[in-house]
């Protein structure tokens, strides 16, 4: 599993793709907003376990 942040030279079967957009969508209005971003990286976490 990687992250689509930087393009992979060669797909392959092998390796799934996850997008990373929405998070750091979220997690710049958190910042512009003066919100917590750190809630977002613990709860992704949780969902790729």
Same mark, same amino acid.
């Given at each position: 599993? %990687?992250?689509?942040?930087?393009?992979?030279?060669?797909?392959?079967?092998?390796?799934?793709?996850?997008?990373?957009?929405?998070?750091?969508? %979220?997690?710049?209005?958190?910042?512009?907003?003066?919100?917590?971003?750190?809630?977002?990286? %613990?709860?992704?976490?949780?969902?790729?376990?």
């Amino acid at each position: 599993m %990687v992250c689509d942040t930087i393009p992979l030279r060669q797909e392959s079967s092998k390796v799934k793709v996850i997008s990373v957009a929405e998070l750091f969508a %979220v997690a710049i209005r958190n910042m512009y907003e003066n919100k917590s971003i750190t809630s977002l990286f %613990v709860h992704s976490q949780r969902r790729m376990a």
